[in-house]
């Protein structure tokens, strides 16, 4: 149901790979309220992905883009604004890939190397990011900036190994420059914490079906999928949340405050 919560907006979407993305269901749905989108993606996404279907089917225009070049951020923003005919005024990071995961290493004997290559990509990248945005003046007054990341950043989830480390860094960096840019031009900065959710990057962590049955189960209103993160990213988009900053904001189906439930010692 589309009720025009962003209209006149205009946007940049960061991830959409294939039709399973978080970021594929957060365009589509920004695009059915009435934003304007620029999408992009590693230029690698851009041979094995779909971003191209996408792109027609919201007529958006898409810009490659390294998450962890600074020159690529630079031409990303600088067309986006060019394309969309002015500021931004919101930003979706839902980037993350782990080179220790992808390559089966253990969080016991890991490649320090590929960890340095991790957090630059699932968490310096967002830092990069709103500098980029930040030294251009690319935000409109009460923009909203968005990064997705996961409960492994508290507590401990031993498959999800280095990702954790990268989703602590990239929750601080919300917080931390959440106040500059709020003191700046009022622009908010905060990072969803969703439940488990079928795509590339998530099945790509060890056992995540047996993961995902669990915390399904052990969430009262059971796992969030990717279509309600989109509506809730909406919301965080829209003028109805000016005023949420420097939060990390659990959209779990309740899962984060549970200690035990009575559906998993059934199981
Ligand atoms: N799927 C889950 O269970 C889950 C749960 C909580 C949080 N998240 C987070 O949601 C976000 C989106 O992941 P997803 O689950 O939609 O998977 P996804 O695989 O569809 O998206 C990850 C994206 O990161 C992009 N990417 C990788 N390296 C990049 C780079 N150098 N520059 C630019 N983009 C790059 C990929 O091309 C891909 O589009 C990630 O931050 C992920 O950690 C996912």
Request: charged share 20%; aromatic share 10%.
């Amino acid at each position: 149901m589309a009720n025009n919560l962003l209209a006149g907006k205009k946007g940049v979407i960061f991830g959409a790979l294939d039709e399973q993305s978080i970021a594929w269901k957060v365009a589509e749905r920004c695009h059915e309220e009435g934003a304007k989108v620029v999408l992009t993606n590693a230029p690698v996404a851009m041979r094995f992905g779909k971003i191209n279907e996408l792109g027609e089917k919201i007529g958006a225009e898409i810009i490659p883009a390294d998450a962890t070049s600074m020159e690529d951020l630079d031409n990303l923003f600088t067309k986006s604004q060019e394309i969309m005919g002015g500021k931004l005024d919101f930003v979706l990071h839902s980037i993350g890939m782990s080179l220790n995961v992808r390559k089966g290493k253990e969080y016991t004997d890991l490649n320090h190397e590929w960890m340095l290559k991790t957090f630059d990509i699932s968490a310096i990248s967002f830092h990069k990011v709103m500098q980029t945005l930040y030294n251009m003046d690319a935000m409109n007054d009460w923009g909203s900036i968005l990064a997705l990341t996961y409960i492994a950043a508290q507590r401990v989830f031993p498959d999800y190994n280095e990702m954790a480390e990268s989703k602590a860094l990239l929750e601080s960096f919300a917080r931390s420059f959440g106040y500059h840019f709020g003191e700046k031009n009022k622009v908010r900065v905060n990072t969803i914490s969703q439940s488990p959710t079928w795509t590339t990057a998530g099945s790509g962590v060890k056992g995540f079906k047996e993961f995902f049955d669990y915390a399904d189960k052990m969430s009262p209103l059971g796992n969030a999928d990717a279509a309600a993160c989109a509506d809730y990213c909406v919301s965080l988009f829209s003028d109805h949340t000016r005023m949420v900053t420097m939060q990390n904001l659990f959209h779990d189906g309740g899962f984060s405050n549970m200690g035990m439930s009575p559906a998993i010692l059934d199981m």
